[in-house]
Structure formats: C-alpha cells, structure tokens
C-alpha cells in the first residue's frame, strides 16, 4: 500500500501539469488555416483534383515537390500524384499510375529485402 501512495502522486501531478499547460499545437496538418507556401501549394491541388483538372494538380504538386523539398506535405503530395493519375483513368493513366506508386514505395535492398 505504502508503495502506491507515491506512485499515484506522481500520476496527479503529471496530470495537474499536461493539463495546466497553454502551449497551441503547431501541426500544419492539423492547422487548416495556414498559410505556409507548400501547403496553399498541397491545397491548391486538391482542389484541382476535386474539380478533375489533373493536370493542373499534377503540375502543381510536382512544383510543391521540387520547391519544397523537406516540407511535410511531401509524401502526401507523391501520393496524390499517382491518385491523379489513377483519377483521370483511361489505360496510359492507368500505367502511369501503376509507375507512380511503385516510385513511392521504400526502395528494396540489395537482398530484396525492404
């Protein structure tokens, strides 16, 4: 019993603290508001791809690519750009896609392992 008592005191003031903290989170992904470039870049393109116009969505995804290159959205955005091409369909899109993807995925070792 004796060796609870401190363990639960611990408990309440780590919880008195988390909970007493004002600090805003600073996710841009979680922040729809934000104006930093490469996500005005990432939405932009959604938008596109929500009204069809691949081509511009592609485009401007591989602008954000190449201009931002350690921005958070870079995954998200090689993503979208073989979504693009799947979207638009038809059997070169569909190929195209297919590249897509496989581009993406982690490259294999020289062992074939991942």
């Not at 009204?51 to 969505?57: E, G, I, L, S, T």
Request: glycine residues 4%; aromatic residues 8%; hydrophobic residues 40%.
């Amino acid at each position: 019993m004796s060796r609870r008592i401190p363990v639960v005191i611990l408990l309440c003031v780590l919880a008195l603290a988390v909970g007493c903290t004002n600090k805003k989170v600073s996710n841009p992904l979680a922040n729809v508001g934000s104006k930093q470039p490469d996500k005005v870049l990432f939405d932009r393109a959604m938008d596109a791809m929500k009204h069809n116009r691949f081509d511009v969505a592609r485009l401007t995804l591989e602008t954000m690519i190449n201009t931002y290159p350690d921005s958070e959205y870079i995954a998200r955005a090689k993503l979208a750009v073989a979504d693009s091409w799947y979207a638009e369909g038809g059997s070169t899109a569909l190929s195209q896609a297919e590249v897509q993807y496989k581009d993406r995925q982690y490259p294999l070792s020289a062992n074939g392992e991942a």
